[in-house]
């Protein structure tokens, strides 16, 4: 295929990198900043650095921040061949992605989202890493009228460059498990850096302060962003947070040993739970 990746962050330039290391296909690159273009072309991330000729692409993905994804399609999706598939890398789906559907099929074009589970502490082009899918799961959103071919289109392209694992969802369910799978970690994450403490801590902290905390450099505009779009889903599961943190408060200042003892056993059995149906082992 010929394929367009527009913004060469940390997913954008991952997946050129990956594209170029696994498969044959040929890639242009497009990013606001021209630095960044040419560190793409000089790294052979890149076949070529997108001159504005929209023509003669066969997939076209978009990786950049929600609004600004949605902002590029509808200013471009008329410059498009007829029936170019697009699809975009971002965390939300859920009418974000039935917004970008609309503006496909009133371009002639086919639109089907994904969501490659991956990523580093730091983003930005120059962390971006051809491996950085290699056994990471990937999401992929079709709608009931999607075409079984954009689906296998992006199914193929993921397992070559190195998907461990191919989910295939709707886009509300995608939205529903995000927010507890990733956006809830990153509020915990944020948070959990605010107490004055943070300034202490080292020499006191291990593994479990490194796992708890290295989300919390996340990006803010990208994260708000997400955060938003997908408020309802994030404050359910916020809610439900903060109802179970508070069982362990009361039973820490009602210094019930039982209770507490009875939290984290229920805690460590779901958990064990979790691992032995990730293993395919019955409970």
């Given at each position: 295929?010929?394929?367009?990746?527009?913004?060469?962050?940390l997913i954008g330039g991952s997946l050129c990198k990956a594209m170029k290391k696994y498969t044959s296909h040929y890639v242009a690159g497009c990013d606001l900043n021209r630095d960044i273009e040419f560190s793409a072309m000089r790294d052979v991330a890149i076949d070529e650095a997108f001159d504005g000729n929209f023509?003669?692409?066969?997939?076209?993905?978009?990786?950049?921040?929600?609004?600004?994804?949605?902002?590029?399609?509808?200013?471009?999706?008329?410059?498009?061949?007829?029936?170019?598939?697009?699809?975009?890398?971002?965390?939300?789906?859920?009418?974000?992605?039935?917004?970008?559907?609309?503006i496909a099929e009133k371009?002639?074009?086919?639109y089907v989202g994904m969501h490659p589970m991956a990523g580093k502490e730091f983003g930005g082009y120059h962390n971006s890493s051809g491996d950085l899918f290699?056994?990471?799961?990937?999401?992929?959103?079709?709608?009931?009228?999607?075409?079984a071919e954009d689906y296998d289109t992006l199914s193929n392209l993921a397992k070559e460059i190195g998907a461990g694992k191919i989910v295939v969802t709707s886009p509300e369910e995608h939205d529903k498990m995000i927010a507890y799978?990733?956006?809830?970690?990153?509020?915990?994450?944020?948070?959990?850096?605010?107490?004055?403490?943070?300034k202490l801590e080292c020499g006191f902290s291990g593994g479990s302060f490194q796992d708890m905390t290295r989300i919390a450099t996340m990006n803010e505009k990208m994260w708000t962003d997400l955060f938003i779009q997908n408020k309802d889903n994030l404050i359910y599961e916020l809610e439900l947070l903060i109802k179970n943190l508070s069982?362990?408060?009361?039973?820490?200042?009602n210094s019930d040993s039982k209770k507490l003892l009875e939290l984290i056993a229920e805690g460590r059995q779901l958990k064990e739970d979790n691992l032995r149906h990730r293993q395919g082992q019955p409970n």
């Open positions: 295929m010929k394929i367009l990746v527009v913004g060469l962050g023509s003669g692409f066969d997939l076209v993905i978009v990786s950049l921040f929600p609004d600004a994804a949605e902002k590029y399609i509808s200013e471009n999706a008329c410059k498009l061949d007829k029936n170019t598939l697009i699809t975009d890398v971002c965390g939300i789906k859920g009418d974000f992605s039935l917004r970008l559907k609309e371009n002639g074009l086919r290699c056994k990471a799961n990937f999401i992929i959103t079709p709608f009931e009228d999607s075409n799978t990733s956006q809830l970690a990153h509020v915990v994450s944020s948070a959990y850096v605010k107490s004055p403490e943070l069982s362990y408060k009361d039973a820490l200042e």
